[in-house]
């Protein structure tokens, strides 16, 4: 019995663990490769380098403006998640608790909207930014990520929300405190869960986004990491900058990887309960 036990965890560990090291390999292949000079990377480059040099990182950083992108894009995600939230907590509080006609409609419209290709909003967006003269603005550029990603948000939180107690919003009424109030010091606490792990989903996909930002920013000054990373990649292809790009790489990989571990099981517990609670 102990036999087949042990063969059916390894039926499942293997194929797990293959892909793991399809996975993984790719990523530790980008980061030896940063620290190869170009002539390394064509002579070996399955090999570990001669020697680590920083060189790649400081040249990704200054000659090809890694720092500044990666400053922008740190802006814009910051930026973009907190006004998510701003929008997305008041939101599903009104959907979840303030029963109105239509406001099943209105949820499942905000739901419905997830369900839409981003691209087809992509030519319609440009030509309204660009009239309202917002176009090249990294502000502009947070207000779309954050709008993009509200109906996301609510349906993360919407779940949480009516796990809330009523009992407890009315006893703060009761005592006379008022909707407001209600909402950042009763209910927003008890709902951190939902808030964190639709925070970090956000944040990632902010972090990593490139296509509106290609659109949607035309001075080289304010490209994002993706951006950045296209033009260093054209680059390379020309001016054989192969090591600079894995530097480059590696900065725009490391902070996601190191974030997402951090908060790993915040992201776990929060879908777990957002399903059970649902």
Not at 3 to 31: D, Q, Y
Not at 77 to 104: M, Q
Not at 118 to 131: E, Q, S, T, Y
């Amino acid at each position: 019995m102990a036999a087949i036990k042990f063969l059916a965890k390894l039926t499942v560990r293997i194929p797990l663990l293959i892909w793991s090291v399809i996975v993984v390999f790719p990523i530790i292949w980008m980061f030896l490769g940063a620290f190869k000079t170009n002539a390394e990377i064509f002579r070996s480059p399955w090999s570990l380098p001669e020697t680590f040099n920083v060189g790649n990182f400081v040249s990704a950083w200054t000659d090809f403006n890694i720092g500044t992108a990666f400053m922008n894009t740190l802006f814009v995600t910051v930026l973009g998640t907190v006004l998510c939230l701003i929008f997305a907590i008041p939101t599903s509080y009104a959907l979840d608790r303030i029963r109105f006609k239509g406001s099943d409609v209105l949820l499942n419209l905000y739901l419905s909207s997830m369900m839409i290709p981003a691209v087809l909003g992509w030519i319609p967006l440009f030509f309204l930014l660009m009239k309202l003269n917002m176009l090249d603005n990294l502000v502009a550029l947070s207000l779309v990520y954050a709008v993009s990603h509200i109906p996301f948000t609510i349906f993360i939180l919407v779940s949480f929300m009516g796990t809330v107690p009523r009992e407890l919003e009315e006893a703060a009424s009761i005592d006379g405190m008022s909707p407001y109030g209600i909402l950042l010091k009763i209910v927003t606490p008890l709902v951190k869960s939902g808030i964190i792990t639709a925070s970090i989903l956000n944040a990632i996909s902010f972090w990593n986004e490139y296509f509106m930002a290609l659109i949607l920013l035309q001075t080289d000054s304010k490209n994002t990491l993706g951006v950045q990373m296209d033009l260093i990649s054209t680059n390379a292809q020309y001016n054989s900058a192969w090591g600079v790009l894995f530097a480059g790489l590696t900065i725009a990989v490391i902070p996601v990887i190191i974030f997402y571990s951090m908060f790993q099981r915040h992201i776990v517990k929060g879908m777990t309960e957002g399903a059970v609670k649902g």
